[in-house]
Structures are given as structure tokens and as C-alpha cells.
């Protein structure tokens, strides 16, 4: 029995001692990264001792300014800087912020400014009033082709029974002037438009003058295709008839007026 005894501690001594250096090494804490817990004590983060009662570096710092908010700091030009049309009229305040004033603005001078063209816009004349004693708008006039015809609102077939259609969603003197004709097969057409020319000109007469236009543009466009009547600032006569044999396109005629 004492045999016995002395081998089952022999067993347990030989078990557990392994155990407890194995224990012994094993660590729960883990270093955190340096970027995860930053610094808070104050000479970490100013580079310098705290002051009691004096001035520290902390007061010099000047916070950077969301944009929009305006600092009596004085510090930099740009919360200075006025842009045309965009800001109030500022006025320097007593303690040296700024605040809306009622004097006439500083246009900042900044470089190549004046190398942007002016906004300008677009021209338009609503063809309402316009009508002359027969009921049209006015008389087209292309030299070149022979060609003059009374132009009547609306780009319908019966506008163009009579002559030429007048796009009602262009202007009817000033802008963009948008009309249409058939190109063949009724007693008005205007075909023969393919064959001008730029430089050709066309002259356009209503209840407040006459105007000339040079052709800046003939091509073939899709019939889908309306950019060309977009409002414009200058005055410009688009002209549009279908292509024959071919329903999908269209002639496109456009003209700039000339002194």
C-alpha cells in the first residue's frame, strides 16, 4: 500500500508542475495601440508645461473657421474677400468684427476675373399682339431662292398651307425666331432651303421692322433633334423642313443677324 502511495504522488507531482510554470508565463494584459489612446496629459499635447495664473500655449491657438462663420480674429484675407453679387455690403464693427453695412460693396480684385464673359439673357418676344391686319406674324424673305412667304403662328398644317409655321415655344421678334414649311407636295414649300449657302442672307419683316440674317448653319439633323431652337441672346432666324425621302431627318437652316 505505501507503494501504491508513493507512486500516485509521484504522478501528480510530475502533472502539476508543469502546469504551474506553464501558468506562470501565461499574461492577460495587452498593450493598447499608440494611435487608439492619444495623449491627454497637457505637456503631451503643447509640447510644453501648464502655467497656473500665466499664459500657455493653448491660448494662441486659433481655431480653424467653418465656412460661412466670420471671426473678429482678423486673422488672414479670405473672410475679407467680397465676390460680385454675392455678399451684403460688410462694414467694420467698434470691436472689429464684421457686420452688414449699407455702404456700396468692394469688388475683390482677383486675378483673370474679367476673362469670363458676362451672363447674359436670353432674348424673347411673345408673337401675342403681333398679328397683322391678314392674321400673320410677319414675311420671310430668301433672295437666293426666290423665295417669300408669310409666316403664321403655330407649327401646323394649316400655318404652313398658307406659308410658314411659327414655333410657338420660340420668340416671335427678338431671340431665336423657330418657323417651318413643307419641303414639297402643297403650294408653299421650302425644299430648296439644302441648297444655301453661309453667308446667304434672309430678311425677316414684321409690325416692329425688318432684319437681315446671314446662314451660319445648314446641315441635316434628326427630327428629334430641337437644340437648335433654344432661346438665345442674339437675334437669329431658325428655319426646318423635312428631307425627302427620308422622314427621320431634317434640314436645318439657321441665320444670325447682321448690321
Not at 442674339?234 to 447682321?258: F, G, M, W, Y
Amino acid at each position: 500500500m505505501k507503494h501504491v502511495k508513493c507512486l500516485i504522488a509521484a504522478a501528480l507531482a510530475t502533472w502539476v508542475l508543469p502546469l504551474s510554470a506553464y501558468a506562470a508565463d501565461y499574461s492577460f494584459l495587452t498593450e493598447a495601440p499608440s494611435d487608439y489612446y492619444p495623449p491627454t496629459a497637457y505637456e503631451d499635447t503643447y509640447g510644453s508645461q501648464y502655467h497656473y495664473g500665466g499664459p500657455n500655449v493653448v491660448d494662441y491657438q486659433i481655431p480653424e473657421l467653418t465656412y460661412g462663420v466670420l471671426s473678429n480674429t482678423q486673422t488672414g484675407n479670405m473672410e475679407k474677400i467680397r465676390l460680385p453679387g454675392l455678399q451684403s455690403a460688410v462694414s467694420t464693427a467698434d470691436e472689429g468684427g464684421y457686420g452688414v453695412g449699407s455702404g456700396m460693396p468692394d469688388i475683390a480684385d482677383i486675378p483673370g476675373l474679367d476673362q469670363f464673359p458676362a451672363f447674359t439673357q436670353p432674348a424673347y418676344t411673345s408673337a401675342e399682339g403681333m398679328e397683322r391686319p391678314d392674321g400673320s406674324l410677319g414675311t420671310l424673305k430668301i433672295p437666293k431662292l426666290d423665295i417669300s412667304m408669310k409666316v403664321w403662328q403655330g407649327e401646323t398644317d394649316s400655318s404652313m398651307s398658307k406659308g410658314l409655321g411659327h414655333y410657338v415655344s420660340t420668340s416671335a421678334w427678338d431671340g431665336n425666331i423657330g418657323v417651318c414649311g413643307h419641303n414639297r407636295g402643297a403650294r408653299y414649300t421650302i425644299g430648296s432651303i439644302k441648297e444655301l449657302e453661309v453667308g446667304d442672307t434672309v430678311t425677316y419683316n414684321t409690325i416692329y421692322g425688318t432684319r437681315t440674317y446671314a446662314v451660319s448653319i445648314v446641315k441635316i439633323i434628326s427630327s428629334s433633334d430641337w437644340s437648335y431652337l433654344q432661346a438665345t441672346a442674339d437675334n437669329r432666324i431658325t428655319i426646318t423642313t423635312c428631307l425627302a425621302d427620308h422622314p427621320e431627318s431634317r434640314v436645318l437652316v439657321q441665320a444670325i443677324e447682321v448690321e
